[in-house]
T-cell receptor, first 110, second 113 residues
Framework: QKEVEQNSGPLSVPEGAIASLNCTYSDRGSQSFFWYRQYSGKSPELIMFIYSNGDKEDGRFTAQLNKASQYVSLLIRDSQPSDSATYLC??????????FGKGTRLSVIA | DVKVTQSSRYLVKRTGEKVFLECVQDMDHENMFWYRQDPGLGLRLIYFSYDVKMKEKGDIPEGYSVSREKKERFSLILESASTNQTSMYLCASLSGGGLQPQHFGDGTRLSIL
């Protein structure tokens, strides 16, 4: 069974702080890794993807991948109340549908 | 930009009715997916399709069927709706192989009374 694990939260951070969201996956052959943001009552929206070990930065967001540890993370710098949402980690283990974690709920306190 | 369009944002149906949820994508994607999402359970895959007239069962196919007669359209069918099928239904599409992200539609919140 291919699994993606996330802490359900809620993760509470003060406005302006760095939010760190973590994800582990079970299939060592996984090739691509995605972070989606989902506001309450809305559909998931892609915010980052990463394929190679290391860091990938896009604005206030940084995705980090460590394939040896089977670990993906998302850092949100200068967190804003508008970042409050559920963040879904998704992994593609090969030529199959994405495997999603259940999500981490982030709350940014003004 | 990829556009995945679901036919209804909100739908209310009665127990025993046959329900059709429609999804259309405009990017010529080979792969399309239907999920349901419930509080605490995350996204659960119902069915997916890699090509026209082709379908594969996901994790929770019971009580559902699908149809893909054209590449751009993937329909989810609740043969005889039951109250435990009240949920948010999400359609997604994906191009090509494993390096591409899935793109989601806006979702349909379905209530079965």
């Amino acid at each position: 069974q291919k699994e993606v694990e996330q802490n359900s939260g809620p993760l509470s951070v003060p406005e302006g702080a760095i939010a760190s969201l973590n994800c582990t996956y079970s299939d060592r052959g996984s090739q691509s890794f995605f972070w989606y943001r989902q506001y309450s009552g809305k559909s998931p929206e892609l915010i980052m993807f990463i394929y190679s070990n290391g860091d990938k930065e896009d604005g206030r967001f940084t995705a980090q991948l460590n394939k040896a540890s089977q670990y993906v993370s998302l850092l949100i710098r200068d967190s804003q109340p508008s970042d409050s949402a559920t963040y879904l980690c998704a992994v593609n283990p090969g030529n199959t549908p994405l495997v999603f974690g259940k999500g981490t709920r982030l709350s940014v306190i003004a | 930009d990829v556009k995945v369009t679901q036919s209804s944002r909100y739908l209310v149906k009665r127990t025993g009715e046959k329900v059709f949820l429609e999804c259309v994508q405009d990017m010529d994607h080979e792969n399309m997916f239907w999920y349901r999402q419930d509080p605490g359970l995350g996204l659960r895959l119902i069915y997916f399709s890699y090509d026209v007239k082709m379908k594969e069962k996901g994790d929770i196919p019971e009580g559902y069927s699908v149809s893909r007669e054209k590449k751009e359209r993937f329909s989810l069918i609740l043969e005889s709706a039951s109250t435990n099928q009240t949920s948010m239904y999400l359609c997604a599409s994906l191009s090509g192989g494993g390096l591409q992200p899935q793109h989601f539609g806006d979702g349909t919140r379905l209530s079965i009374l």
